[in-house]
């Protein structure tokens, strides 16, 4: 950990609101990302990662250093993501709960991956769009803990050791859970792309 980011984390203690401010802004599209592709709903999405935000702050008080706030940061997010898809589990829906997937793209900031200018026409950008939108529904589809796998390690890119961290599961674990999550999106891309 950077001298600067354990001065932060110090004021962040002493409950300097300027430090929540700084943590928020650095770590928010992060935190955001990874609870709007958990939840798949923008508003659930918004409100969980005020009260993750919230948390931090509350609890500040526990964080002993040992492993990147960062980490410690994201495994409240991912823990309150699953707090949320238990309670929305009970509560009846009325199916219209994933946002469209290029939306949740832009949300999450990887929409910039795909523009207008790379795709030589509409069929092309429908096709791509189509895609995207089958491949957010079958990571919805997943359990939550391979979703929050698949999250932490094909979309935010992390090392193993940092999954670890944030699930408390072992690398062997967090790989073969992998390698089960991602044959199951394969299957549905299959299934609809025949």
């Known amino acids: ?14 409950r300097d609101g300027r430090a929540f401010d700084e943590i928020v802004g650095l770590y928010g599209d ?19 990662a005020q009260e993750v935000f919230i948390t931090v ?19 409240i997010a991912a823990n309150q993501s699953k707090n949320r898809i238990k309670y929305l589990s009970r509560r009846p829906t009325d199916g219209g709960e994933i946002d469209d997937a290029l939306e949740a793209r832009a949300a999450a900031g990887t929409a ?5 200018a790379q795709i030589d026409g509409p069929d092309l950008l429908f096709e791509a769009a189509e895609t995207e939108a089958i491949m957010q529904r079958a ?5 939550e803990d391979h979703r929050l796998l698949v999250i932490l390690r094909d979309v935010e890119e992390m090392s193993y050791q940092e999954i670890g961290e944030i699930t408390g599961l072992p690398e062997g674990t967090i790989k073969s859970r992998l390698h089960r999550a991602r044959m199951s999106i394969k299957e549905e891309l299959d299934r609809h792309t025949k």
């Open 112 to 116: 910039g991956s795909v523009s207008r």
């Open 1 to 14: 950990m950077s001298l600067a980011e354990r001065l932060l984390i110090a004021r962040l203690k002493e």
């Open 57 to 75: 702050f509350k609890t500040v008080d526990g964080f002993r250093g040992e492993a990147k706030f960062s980490t410690w940061l994201l495994r």
């Open 30 to 48: 992060k935190v955001f990302s990874l609870v709007y592709r958990m939840l798949g709903n923008r508003h659930e999405a918004e409100d969980v």
């Open 139 to 143: 990571i919805a589809a997943l359990p």
